[in-house]
């Protein structure tokens, strides 16, 4: 095996084969939400970029640290699909496709979504200045995945707990 081999393995073994199954077994089934995404953020760059859609898509879906609680709230769901003016479309696109499509693979739908909404709204109650809201939302997905694991190995311990079988001995 070359080294290039070794080091992809290495880099993207673990998240290929959480993958691969959920995509064999489901093929395009399993993807909707990613599609879904790239669609609705392909509108709303097309409608950004005409005369009048760019104040709209700012007052349907623009989110800022210094905007209102309540409007902000209402508006950060449509937020995780309004492009970045500052970043290329066709990125964008790719990232979207991508991370939705593998978080709806290994999470299902609503986690996915979930996740989002709480990511985009972790950065959103952060003030924008150097990225502290990608920190926020880095720390708010930890915390969710810490919760999950906690929940899953409670849910393990006592699945094995009630099963009547002495405890295994190491």
Known sequence: MTTLARW??????????????????????????????????????????????????QNAGGVRAADPLWPALLRTPLSLFVPALDLPVWGALVQ????????????????????????TLAGTLKENLAG???????????????VGEVRQRRSRDRAGSGSGAPPSQS
């Open 132 to 146: 502290k809201e990608h920190l926020a939302a880095i720390m708010a997905v930890l915390v969710l995945c810490g």
């Open 8 to 57: 992809a393995r290495a880099e993207w073994g673990r998240l290929y084969a959480a993958v691969r199954g959920p995509l064999a077994e489901r093929r395009w089934r399993a993807v909707p939400l990613a599609v879904g995404a790239v669609c609705l953020t392909v509108v709303l760059h097309l409608v950004h970029g005409q005369a009048w859609g760019y104040r709209f898509v």
């Open 96 to 119: 979207i496709l991508l991370v939705f499509g593998i978080a709806e693979l290994c999470l299902g739908r609503w986690r996915t979504l979930a996740l989002a909404y709480v990511a």
